[in-house]
């Protein structure tokens, strides 16, 4: 029997943690991958958006073809890279498009685990139309009776509101680049390509030099966002969410056109990460600093999501800021 490999189950951002019926996961900077080990032998590894990743994480599907069920298997979950005491996105990063001695290398330095949240189906049994909770027990029950240890992990699960934001807290503090929060109704069938779970980022307040702007000088609508780098080069770190109106009001008069010796001039700015889509943007002297909150998930230096730009610090001049590949 050849197993369809669906489209991934969703998460919609929310302030608050749900209170009731639900039980609370944690979320992982990694690469959501549904894996499925066919009938055949044969293992598939599909994105969230269908890219085929088996030859990147040819160590993960060996493992597959290894230790999981011979009658088929269909799992959700996450791909990591636990390197220097943290997931390490860029690690994952590394395998795509890279030659075969590449990834050979990859896997050498920084072995990829599999975070399994969920049991799509099972030996000839679809277990999508089932709740979330019969799914889980079922996932558990797997992992027990087949042995699986690493590359494999259980994703933690709780019911306990109380624990999940007790997590939230120990992983915000240690910086380890856990994401935060997924939320799933304990009744919940699971609903391929529905934005029908809860998720909440751990996010922290720091600050960076406002280096460019989206819209313009006068009407910005969103800002660029840099930090100088040991050497005292201004090093792009990532743009903001369109600006609240107090954001606005505070830049209103405030940003100068940058001058010749603007460190971006000539570089373009991706709209978002993995996109080809680029900015159109107008580049600022980087003179003022302003206050952002950030969720954990930092590539190389670079935020991968856009901030919120909280306020405009006047207090502070830009060598205040925390430097490149700082907090």
């Known amino acids: 029997m050849v197993l369809h490999v669906p489209e991934p189950m969703l998460a919609a951002p929310v302030a608050v943690l749900p209170a009731a019926g639900v039980a609370y996961e944690a979320k992982w900077d990694g690469y959501r991958c549904l894996l499925a080990r066919h009938c055949d032998g044969r ?3 599909r994105s969230r958006r269908g890219t085929a990743l088996a030859v990147a994480f040819c160590d993960i599907a060996a493992a597959a073809q290894r230790d999981l069920p011979e009658d088929g298997v269909l799992l959700d979950g996450e791909l990591v890279v636990w390197h220097e005491g943290r997931l390490a996105f860029d690690r994952l990063q590394r395998r795509m498009n890279r030659t075969a001695a590449s990834v050979v290398r990859e896997i050498r330095e920084a072995p990829a685990h599999f975070v399994a949240f969920d049991l799509l189906h099972l030996a000839g049994e679809n277990l999508m139309p089932q709740p979330y909770l019969r799914r889980r027990e079922r996932l558990e029950r797997l992992f027990a009776e087949e042995g699986l240890k690493p590359p494999w992990t259980l994703c933690p699960m709780t019911l306990d509101r109380a624990e999940a934001e007790r997590w939230v807290h120990e992983w915000a503090a240690a910086d380890v680049g856990l994401e935060g929060i997924v939320a799933k109704k304990l009744d919940q069938p699971y609903r391929p390509g529905a934005r029908a779970w809860s998720k909440l980022r751990i996010r922290h307040t720091t600050e960076a030099v406002i280096g ?8 910005p609508t969103g800002v660029l966002l840099g930090r100088f780098d040991a050497s005292g080069r201004l090093r792009y770190v990532g743009r903001s969410t369109p600006l609240s109106a107090q954001a606005d009001r505070q830049l209103v008069g405030q940003l100068e056109p940058a001058a010749a010796d603007h460190p971006w001039h000539g570089r373009s700015f991706s709209a978002g990460w993995g996109s080809r889509e680029t900015l159109s943007a107008d580049l600022a002297e980087p003179d003022l600093v302003a206050e952002v909150s950030a969720d954990t998930a930092v590539d190389a ?8 730009v909280l306020r405009v610090r006047a207090d502070m001049v830009p060598q205040d800021a925390p430097l490149f590949g700082g907090e």
């Open 43 to 45: 293992v598939e590894l």
């Open 301 to 308: 230096g670079r935020w991968r999501h856009p901030v919120r």
């Open 212 to 219: 460019g702007v989206t819209g313009t000088l006068t009407r």
